[in-house]
């Protein structure tokens, strides 16, 4: 008896359900999850299977792809900013410092010392807080950086953070190897970079100047 009574309570749930969505769609209204695929979207997924891409690896493509930059907020003096710089408190005066002032002399807004990272906080946290009040986000990835004992879940969330397919985020190497950063965090290593062992710290700032130029254009 109870099982019977369970399909009858089955049915009754799916003819209900088919109910309500022919009564949405007469109202204009379509039921289910909403769709998180674009025309956009399917044209640049379609391309990129023809283009011999798995569908695993198109799905991964156009997953990070946003159409609408997030609005700045200024910040608690009014402001934004080109550029934040975060950092491990170690390298301030060998990379950050110079580069914020390189990035300053091309005519570039820089923050700075509220994007110092140490022991304790929440690198995600600060980098979101930056990304609020500035275009762009420079990292420097160093053996004091790692040393902080970041989650690798944050480690994986400041290289997720895209406009239009265009990377915001950008990672500079600091006496610190290519093997080093792939055992600490695989997903970084293949994201495009600098590193001071072969860029001067002014080829540095005039690439990101040219980069935030061109993207104000």
């Known amino acids: ?16 359900t088919r109910a309500g969505l022919a009564a949405a769609r007469d109202a204009g209204r379509v039921g289910g999850r909403p769709t998180v695929m674009t025309p956009d979207k399917l044209t640049a997924a379609r391309a990129l299977i023809a283009d011999r891409k798995t569908h695993a690896e198109a799905a991964s493509a156009i997953g990070g792809i946003q159409h609408e930059r997030p609005p700045l907020t200024p910040d608690d003096n009014g402001e934004t900013w080109d550029v934040f710089v975060s950092h491990a408190s170690e390298d301030k005066i060998a990379v950050a410092e110079p580069l914020a002032t390189a990035l300053r002399e091309r005519g570039l807004k820089v923050w ?5 990272l140490r022991i304790g906080d929440s690198l995600r946290r600060k980098i979101d807080y ?38 915001r985020m950008l990672p500079i190497w ?4 290519r093997d080093e950063i792939a055992q600490r965090s695989p997903s970084l290593v293949d994201k495009v970079a600098r590193n001071t062992a072969i860029n001067t710290i002014a080829e540095i700032a005039d690439e990101i100047s040219e980069v935030v130029q061109n993207d104000a254009a």
């Open 1 to 16: 008896m109870r099982g019977g009574l369970g399909f009858v309570s089955r049915d009754l749930i799916q003819e209900r």
């Open 130 to 167: 930056g990304l609020a009040h500035s275009t762009f986000g420079i990292v420097i990835l160093s053996k004091y950086f790692f040393a902080k004992g970041w989650p690798q879940y944050e480690l994986d969330g400041i290289i997720g953070m895209s406009v239009d397919g265009t990377q």
């Open 174 to 177: 600091h006496e610190i190897s």
């Open 112 to 116: 700075l010392d509220k994007t110092e």
